[in-house]
């Protein structure tokens, strides 16, 4: 009742339905992160940061702390869809708000579209027989099916690809911790720092690159009138997945920066073809594991975190064409599921 008031307060009625909890939100944001994510950009990190790659993933989480804490504040001040655009559009000015939304709604939907296409090659290059543009038609059909029968299928569908990655992590933690233990790679504490290469104009470059692992967890915000507790909810758990993403992230780096087969032709080189993490699970339990660790990169970022960023998509195209800023038909609710479906259906 009290949700419904603070939305009546600001001329709204409660149309779509209160049903995620803590628990949801925190795996709905742990899933938009990727908790595998720096496996797919790991040597980029590592080449920047002259190794110090574990230290780009820490700074990064520092500093996206305040980001966390500010999404907070502003989330209790006005509690509703639309996130940003609303935050803007309320405490500066609507023409700030609506230039707000279109630029979050750029990497909103582009993002999640590359990521899309980016899973689809990669699947292509692991079962050649299936075409890249059918990979793509797929992970988009089946993440609309699911956001299309409402917010507690989706709630559901996350958890389950979110336990699947969390399963994916916790072999190559376990294999690549017993290979170091077996005299695989070399136990350093490098990753956090390393004299000979450390200044921070480094780190600062390459937490740059970093933080891209973060991106996501402001989405929760989208969620505020879907969440059981409102406000209250959604500033605990921004908070408990970025803290949750950034131990992960930094336990991963640090262990596969210990098993980088060649580090000096890596610091030297780049990874120009993106294999530098997968090389480093090879070394640690061999080819399966550098199988594993790219096939369920490929799909993280092709099912659960594209489903999730149409879910935050939708909910904004839903906020603005409420306030008339979209056209209305964006705004039309399904009574029987309770979700923005025709915006969810042009996300799609």
């Not at 999640?112 to 543009?133: D, E, K, N, Y």
């Not at 911790?177 to 450390?198: I, V």
């Not at 803290?243 to 930094?250: E, H, K, N, T």
């Amino acid at each position: 009742m009290f949700d419904q008031k603070e939305l009546e307060h600001y001329g709204y009625r409660q149309e779509l339905a209160r049903r995620l909890r803590f628990r949801d939100l925190v795996a709905y944001g742990l899933v938009y992160m990727v908790p595998i994510a720096p496996m797919a950009i790991f040597g980029s990190v590592y080449a920047g940061s002259g190794g110090m790659v574990a230290l780009a993933y820490a700074v990064g989480v520092v500093a996206l702390v305040f980001t966390a804490f500010s999404y907070a504040q502003m989330v209790k001040a006005f509690p509703m869809s639309g996130s940003v655009y609303n935050y803007a559009g309320r405490g500066i000015s609507p023409p700030v708000g609506f230039l707000a939304g279109w630029v979050i709604l750029l990497d909103y939907v582009l993002v999640p579209g590359l990521l899309c296409l980016v899973a689809s090659v990669a699947m292509h290059a692991t079962v050649p027989s299936v075409p890249v543009w059918l990979w793509l038609l797929g992970f988009v059909a089946v993440n609309t099916v699911v956001n299309s029968v409402g917010i507690r299928m989706t709630a559901v569908v996350t958890r389950v690809m979110l336990v699947g990655e969390l399963i994916v992590l916790a072999v190559f933690l376990a294999v690549a911790g017993w290979a170091l233990a077996t005299g695989k790679g070399r136990f350093s504490w490098e990753a956090f720092y390393n004299a000979d290469t450390f200044t921070w104009s480094l780190v600062a470059g390459a937490v740059s690159i970093a933080v891209l692992s973060f991106l996501g967890f402001d989405g929760i915000s989208m969620l505020a009138e879907e969440t059981k507790g409102g406000s209250r909810q959604i500033g605990r758990a921004m908070a408990a997945v970025l803290i949750l993403a950034g131990v992960l992230f930094i336990a991963q780096t640090w262990l596969a920066a210990m098993l980088v087969p060649d580090p000096g032709t890596l610091l030297a080189e780049g990874d120009p073809n993106g294999t530098a993490f997968y090389d480093a699970a090879a070394v640690a339990g061999g080819g399966w594991l550098a199988t594993v660790c790219a096939v369920a990169t490929a799909i993280a970022w092709g099912l659960p975190n594209s489903m999730v960023a149409q879910v935050a998509t939708s909910r904004l195209l839903y906020a603005m064409a409420r306030d008339r800023q979209l056209p209305a038909f964006l705004a039309k609710v399904s009574i029987r599921r309770n979700v923005p479906i025709n915006a969810t259906l042009l996300t799609g």
